[in-house]
């Protein structure tokens, strides 16, 4: 289906290896540009395809999906990665990404309506250059169920310590927070995304960014573990706990 021309949000129409287009995830908004935390479940479906065609005799298939999910890993390994964390590549000023989909969307409004701010001249709800929680998600999945890399094992251990780094903050009192609160003044917790100092926030960003969700957490702790990082998945765990 990512490959689909039925499919109107154009994921990977030309059978680059990555995700692109009109992305719906669970922040229940979209993501428009490529990005390592759903680029990385279609890698994981690309190499379980392998492995399971090569099973099932089909050599055609398996030498396809296998081609596929090459030409994605090395640019997702060349075009996603800052030197720290995976990140979401987009021009936030570029309204034009928008137009090449229907005008409407899940909350029933244009697309522009929706996803273009018109005072700040800016995408909504996107990422961007943030460290996102999930952005090696789908590298825990294939770890517990034994697929192996898709990402490079270096760069995944770097993006959870940066996600160590950046979104986990032992207190929340100076945290500003517009949407629930699942954690405050003096707890601890690991955010949904991040923005270092030095790096650009859009002014609307994804939803639940400043959010803590217990899930997502006890996923980035279990993955720092599983990946070397013991103190700190075991500070992430224990916050959580808490």
Same mark, same amino acid.
């Not at 492995?51 to 050599?59: N, Q, R, Y």
């Not at 999945?141 to 898709?150: A, F, M, T, Y």
């Not at 100076?174 to 949407?179: D, E, G, I, K, M």
């Given at each position: 289906f990512a490959w689909s021309p039925e499919n109107r949000d154009r994921w990977d129409p030309e059978q680059k290896g990555y995700l692109d287009g009109r992305q719906h995830h669970t922040l229940d908004m979209e993501l428009f540009g490529p990005n390592s935390w759903l680029t990385g479940f279609y890698l994981a479906a690309l190499k379980a395809g392998c $492995? /399971?065609?090569?099973?099932? &005799?089909?050599?055609a298939a398996a030498q396809l999906y296998c081609e596929i999910f090459e030409r994605g890993r090395q640019w997702v390994d060349e075009n996603l990665f800052n030197g720290e964390y995976f990140f979401q590549k987009i021009d936030l000023k570029d309204a034009s990404v928008l137009d090449q989909y229907e005008n409407s969307t899940l909350i029933g409004t244009g697309i522009r309506d929706t996803y273009w701010n018109e005072e700040a001249a800016e995408l909504k709800y996107q990422i961007g250059a943030g460290s996102a929680i999930d952005q090696v998600l789908a590298q825990w999945?294939?770890? /517990? @169920?034994?697929? &192996?890399?898709?990402?490079? #094992?270096d760069k995944v251990k770097s993006a959870l310590q940066s996600i160590y780094r950046y979104n986990y903050h032992d207190s929340f009192r100076? /945290?500003?927070? #517009?949407?629930r609160i699942y954690c405050l003044n003096d707890e601890a917790g690991t955010t949904i995304c991040a923005w270092p100092e030095d790096r650009y926030k859009p002014v609307v960003p994804a939803p639940y960014s400043e959010e803590t969700m217990h899930g997502f957490e006890y996923q980035a702790g279990i993955h720092m573990i599983l990946r070397g990082l $013991?103190? $700190?998945g075991l500070t992430v765990v224990k916050a @959580?706990?808490?």
């Open positions: $492995e /399971l065609a090569d099973a099932a &005799g089909d050599s999945h294939c770890d /517990l @169920v034994g697929l &192996g890399d898709i990402f490079d #094992p100076s /945290l500003f927070n #517009p949407c $013991e103190q $700190e @959580v706990r808490d």
